[in-house]
């Protein structure tokens, strides 16, 4: 099975551009959204996170966000420990749900992929890109948020430039037309290649 790899940074589009792929039929696994179901639902994680964080981890059952945030934002040490615990976890997930599809290739969203090295145990790389100030635009229209914490995600994000150096594909999207014929394009690649 080729897996694909898709990323990009906070607002780029890869959530837009994975429903793409998903419309030609392929099963995309966006790796962020795992994460959040495992940190609910698995009983190991859960016990693992609380034994780091304490009690407040949860709050009746259900993950304590903010809590968490706070911590990890303030001390890089949590944010190491708690990616010790789910990453691995998260990579068995989805080699289990790789084993269940039968196209020839699937696409696993990550957003911090080439960061976590997570680009080593892909096939091949598809990096979206726009400028930042759309994305900004985008994000502040999407989410309740503000400038100052978009800013503060993508400091720790590498850089479009850095990350389509090691990408295989490229999307600047900024016109959705664009970005469908794109995302065609990229896959009859990818089918030729399979
Ligand atoms: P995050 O990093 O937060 O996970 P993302 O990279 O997955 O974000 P999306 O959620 O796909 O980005 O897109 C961000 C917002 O921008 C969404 O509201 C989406 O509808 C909008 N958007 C994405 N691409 C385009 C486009 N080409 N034209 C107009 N709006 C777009």
Redesign the pocket.
């Known amino acids: 099975m080729i897996i694909v790899g898709l990323t990009?940074?906070?607002?780029?589009?890869?959530?837009?551009?994975a429903k793409e792929f998903e419309a030609l039929g392929i099963p995309v696994y966006i790796a962020?959204v795992e994460a959040k179901n495992l940190m609910h639902k698995s009983k190991i994680i859960k016990r693992k996170l609380t034994q780091l964080f304490g009690n407040k981890a949860y709050i009746n059952g259900a993950l304590n966000k903010r809590y968490i945030a706070d911590i990890i934002f303030t001390n890089k040490a949590y944010l190491q420990k708690m990616n010790d615990i789910i990453h691995p976890r998260v990579a068995r997930h989805f080699e289990k749900w790789v084993l269940k599809q039968d196209t020839p290739y699937v696409i696993k969203e990550v957003?911090i992929l080439f960061e976590n090295n997570g680009h080593k145990a892909c096939d091949y790389v598809i990096t979206?890109i726009a400028p930042k100030d759309l994305r900004i635009k985008?994000?502040l229209?999407?989410d309740n948020t503000t400038k100052d914490k978009i800013q503060a995600i993508m400091k720790n994000q590498w850089t479009d430039e850095e990350k389509v150096k090691h990408s295989d594909y490229v999307i600047d999207?900024?016109?959705?037309k664009i970005?469908k014929n794109l995302v065609a394009d990229i896959h009859k690649d990818i089918l030729k290649r399979a």
């Open positions: 990009g940074g906070i607002g780029s589009g890869k959530t837009t551009v962020d957003a979206v985008r994000l229209i999407r999207n900024i016109d959705l970005t």
